[in-house]
């Protein structure tokens, strides 16, 4: 990929422009999500998610399609993919209202998810959250 | 009203009764609220709204919309550190609004600049512009601004018995009237795994590439889109205020999380907003509609999701209950996609009891078109409809079809015939029946197929309860059974295209292609407003409809061709029937009580049937019964030289020894005339054969009899109930019509008709 928005506009839809590009995520092509590797079991449930690095692909199309915001989501995207489901749902659930006694605990959770999954993006985003609950106090228990 | 006062008694009723007639009218169930920006009733601008401002220190927002860092909201903070653009906001805030305004009705002006200062301005600033636009010129911008150039459909496909079957049946019938998004929901939200996976099976029936969405609970329909149960997700609701917010149980941060959790799972997601439901949740702040929602959508675009559920939605009715509310759900969804957000329109709460307001309320996003016209058109019948009735359902799904066609404007459907939905509609049934028995889920009887696959609704069926669900959607959770399983028990039973259908849908989630603005899958391939842009610039550029495509949508039921409707009707090669025999020339009678039928060309020749359906030998009868029982003496003469019934009148006057003839066209039209009038200043004239009975035909000869009398006879008055008779009957109106113009001969004489009507019946 170059420095050029051009470029990265030019392999899209990547499934057709770029399929080479994107694997899945035990490192299969597309190409092999056939009818017969799905029925003799080659190809399991596993093998159909998207990879960070597709997603942060996708970021640099919608980056150059001036899309920056989408293009930030995507990169937070790529940061939760290798978060399990639960942690992942205890994170949103720990953001709603009313849910962390205080800040603290979101930001353990911060430094949790960039610790071991390296999801700074995400962290970030949840640092930005504490700061703003604080002033908004938000820690209040809802029920 | 005197004889009232006379007596001192009050009157019965001292009203124009026509306000009780439109007292009955449906349009008279919705509610209208008054303007109270205090209750939180004000549409365009409340004078709580703040100006709008913008004060950038240092690259952070120091004061947005009056307001300074230090009090703003969670929903201030979340776009002043994700929405405004430093660089471009100090250009876009100091530019005109008005002049801004006026830019999104140019033409000459693409849209990627409008989006580029959209990004530096602030939620009152965009709502004030657009504010700033009629009705009309919303829908313009909205033809200009929106993000992909194909318009699109979702349908609702939901039923009061959560029965998988009918889910399947109705989810193929969706796909075959070419929707591009399907959303479930359930009457019972345990049932939600069942839904899913009833309507992923019948959503791979047909042409394939449909993406999916089931609505329930956040958690819950992660986990279900993860298994490949769902492809989109368009529960992510945002409210304009923070108390509205927080009672929603979300922050801006949570719900960022959940975007973006979405696509890590690759699945497409789309936020839902819509005016009023801060008001409807006793948030509102007394600010206006278009203000919280300009802050909802600078949300949506801060949180850097793809795109937008908008347009009212829950709260459309109670903002199309006050004035300007429906422009109001315009001028959001202009700022959606002005804000380069895909927009699925709103268009999926039924907002008025009346059809009027039904249809009008659709025609601007049928004219511009949109990403999804409608966020949820009830594919299914309103009872069924687990959302609440949509604007359209399935009981006016053909009224839609219609309005494409009227208007030459994709609507994003397309009409099916009847053996092709019933070919769907058995194939889902039988293809999830298999595959429920193939993953050991459920037996299911021929007997509850065939009840589903014939129903246009719930009420009819004989199959799945909600509560015989429960355990069967608990299994399908319980065991983690995937769309891979599911593309498995489809190819087993040899379901082969289904099967490849769905696993063309779990392919396109590894490229993550889908999740870029606006996308769909169509044959196949995603289309975005990536690879498929609006490139709307003026007359022709932009969306049109290709030659196929006009096809299609032309494809209506009972379209009426020249061949059908002269099948339909009693038509002849040109034959001399025996109770109208041609007898040369007609010549001037002299007998002062007579009354000349001048017949037109093709009468009981090629054409034996008037538009009501009376046989033109019952019609001749009636008419020369009638002239006797007046007292006079009936001639039948063939006029070829005009198929014009006051011609045809005025020529059988003239031919008339009394001067009184009438001119009678084979579809019915008929008129009394005579000699000395201008042409079309008849006597008398049933210009709605379709409503002329025999009594009147006989009633008119009768008629004409005693005007050669000197008599001045009640004229006869065809009744009308204000039927739409050119709308039932011109179509075959003018093919006949065209029959008998054909035939005539402006150099032709008068045939004298020898009328024999005891030779009986051998017209046939």
Same mark, same amino acid.
């Given at each position: 990929m170059s420095d050029d928005p051009a470029d990265d506009l030019s392999l899209y839809p990547v499934s057709e422009k770029a399929p080479e590009r994107v694997r899945t995520p035990t490192g299969k092509p597309l190409s092999a999500l056939t009818l017969e590797a799905v029925l003799s079991g080659e190809i399991g449930p596993e093998d159909v998610a998207i990879t960070p690095e597709a997603l942060l692909l996708q970021a640099r199309i919608a980056r150059a399609a001036g899309r920056a915001t989408l293009a930030e989501n995507f990169e937070r995207a790529a940061d939760l993919v290798r978060v399990p489901q639960e942690l992942i749902l205890d994170t949103y659930e720990l953001l709603r209202p009313g849910r962390a006694r205080d800040a603290q605990q979101l930001l353990d959770r911060a430094t949790l998810l960039r610790r071991d999954y390296g999801a700074a993006r995400v962290a970030a985003l949840i640092e930005e959250a504490a700061d703003v609950y604080t002033r908004r106090g938000l820690f209040v228990k809802r029920y | 009203m005197s004889e009232a006062r006379k007596d001192g008694a009050a009157p019965a009723s001292n009203r124009w009764r026509r306000f009780g007639e439109w007292d009955a009218r449906p349009l008279r169930q919705d509610l209208f609220a008054a303007e109270n920006p205090e209750a939180g009733f004000s549409v365009f601008r409340s004078p709580h709204d703040p100006a709008p401002s913008l004060t950038i220190e240092d690259g952070r927002v120091s004061v947005m919309d009056g307001k300074a860092a230090g009090d703003f909201d969670i929903i201030d903070a979340f776009i002043a550190a994700h929405h405004i653009d430093p660089e471009m906001a100090p250009v876009a805030m100091a530019m005109d609004p008005g002049a801004i305004a006026r830019m999104l009705v140019d033409i000459n002006v693409p849209r990627q600049d409008l989006e580029a200062l959209a990004r530096g301005l602030t939620p009152a600033r965009l709502a004030e512009v657009v504010g700033r636009l009629s009705a009309l010129e919303i829908t313009f911008a909205y033809a200009k601004m929106r993000q992909r150039q194909s318009p699109g459909n979702q349908a609702h496909v939901t039923n009061a018995k959560d029965d998988p079957l009918q889910l399947a049946a109705d989810s193929a019938t969706a796909v075959a009237l070419g929707f591009d998004e399907i959303e479930t929901t359930m009457r019972v939200a345990s049932n939600g795994w069942a839904n899913a996976l009833a309507c992923t099976v019948g959503a791979a029936v047909g042409r394939g590439g449909v993406l999916f969405q089931c609505s329930i609970e956040e958690a819950e329909e992660l986990q279900i889109g993860l298994a490949g149960l769902a492809s989109y997700a368009e529960t992510v609701s945002v409210y304009g205020t923070e108390r509205a917010f927080i009672d929603g149980d979300d922050t801006p941060w949570s719900k960022a999380l959940l975007t973006a959790a979405y696509a890590s799972r690759g699945i497409k997601a789309r936020c839902t907003s819509g005016a009023a439901s801060e008001l409807l949740m006793g948030f509102h702040e007394k600010r206006s509609l278009l203000y919280l929602e300009a802050r909802c959508l600078c949300l949506q675009r801060a949180m850097g999701v793809q795109g937008t559920q908008n347009g009212g939605i829950d709260g459309a009715p109670l903002t199309a209950s006050m004035a300007g509310g429906v422009r109001e759900l315009m001028a959001e969804n202009l700022i959606a996609v002005w804000l380069g957000l895909e927009c699925a329109s709103g268009n999926d709460t039924r907002t008025s009891e009346s059809e009027i307001r039904v249809g009008a309320k659709i025609t601007p996003y049928l004219l511009a078109g949109s990403d999804l016209i409608c966020s949820g058109f009830g594919s299914i019948k309103k009872y069924d409809n687990s959302f609440n009735p949509s604007l359209f359902n399935g009981e006016e799904i053909e009224d839609y079809l219609v309005l494409q066609r009227d208007f030459q404007a994709d609507g994003g459907l397309t009409p099916v015939d009847e053996d092709q939905v019933l070919g769907v509609r058995m194939r889902a049934v039988e293809a999830l029946a298999d595959v429920m028995d193939e993953l050991g889920l459920a037996k299911v009887g021929r007997d509850r197929l065939l009840s589903v696959v014939f129903a246009s609704g719930s009420q009819e069926t004989e199959s799945f309860t909600a509560g015989e669900v429960t355990p069967i959607s608990a299994q399908i959770k319980a065991r983690g059974i995937t769309a891979v399983d599911v593309v498995r028990a489809l190819a087993r039973r040899g379901y082969e295209p289904e099967a490849e259908n769905l696993l063309l849908m779990l392919r396109q989630r590894l490229s993550g292609d889908y999740l870029q603005t606006s996308s769909i899958v169509r044959d196949g391939r995603v289309m975005s407003a990536i690879n498929d842009p609006n490139t709307?610039?003026?007359?022709?550029?932009?969306?049109?409809?290709?030659?196929?495509?006009?096809?299609?949508?032309?494809?209506?039921?009972?379209?009426?061709?020249?061949?059908?409707?002269?099948?339909?009707?009693?038509?002849?090669?040109?034959?001399?029937? #025996?109770?109208?025999?041609?007898?040369?020339?007609?010549?001037?009678?002299?007998?002062?009580?007579?009354?000349?039928?001048?017949?037109?060309?093709?009468?009981?020749?090629?054409?034996?049937?008037?538009?009501?359906?009376?046989?033109?030998?019952?019609?001749?009868?009636?008419?020369?019964?009638?002239?006797?029982?007046?007292?006079?003496?009936?001639?039948?003469?063939?006029?070829?030289?005009? =198929?014009?019934?006051?011609?045809?009148?005025?020529?059988?006057?003239?031919?008339?020894?009394?001067?009184?003839?009438?001119?009678?066209?084979?579809?019915?039209?008929?008129?009394?005339?005579?000699?000395?009038?201008?042409?079309?200043?008849?006597?008398?004239?049933?210009?709605?054969?379709?409503?002329?009975?025999? #009594?009147?035909?006989?009633?008119?000869?009768?008629?004409?009899?005693?005007?050669?009398?000197?008599?001045?006879?009640?004229?006869?008055?065809?009744?009308?109930?204000?039927?739409?008779?050119?709308?039932?009957?011109?179509?075959?109106? =003018?093919?006949?019509?065209?029959?008998?113009?054909?035939?005539?001969?402006?150099?032709?004489?008068?045939?004298?008709?020898?009328?024999?009507?005891?030779?009986?019946?051998?017209?046939?």
């Open positions: - | 709307y610039r003026g007359p022709q550029t932009g969306y049109r409809m290709s030659a196929p495509r006009w096809d299609a949508v032309q494809g209506i039921r009972n379209v009426l061709t020249r061949e059908r409707v002269l099948a339909a009707e009693d038509i002849k090669d040109a034959a001399e029937v #025996d109770w109208l025999v041609a007898r040369g020339t007609a010549g001037r009678g002299t007998d002062p009580n007579e009354v000349v039928i001048g017949v037109s060309p093709g009468f009981a020749r090629q054409l034996h049937r008037t538009t009501a359906g009376h046989r033109l030998e019952d019609v001749a009868e009636a008419l020369v019964g009638g002239i006797a029982e007046g007292g006079g003496t009936a001639r039948l003469v063939r006029m070829l030289h005009t =198929a014009d019934t006051s011609f045809l009148g005025l020529a059988a006057a003239r031919l008339s020894g009394s001067g009184y003839g009438i001119g009678i066209q084979a579809k019915g039209t008929t008129v009394l005339h005579q000699a000395d009038r201008m042409p079309h200043l008849n006597i008398e004239l049933f210009s709605n054969a379709p409503l002329a009975s025999l #009594d009147h035909y006989r009633a008119l000869g009768r008629n004409a009899a005693r005007y050669t009398h000197g008599e001045a006879p009640e004229p006869v008055v065809v009744p009308t109930q204000g039927e739409a008779l050119g709308a039932r009957f011109h179509v075959r109106v =003018a093919l006949l019509y065209a029959i008998e113009t054909a035939l005539t001969d402006p150099a032709a004489d008068p045939v004298e008709l020898d009328y024999r009507p005891d030779a009986g019946g051998a017209n046939v």
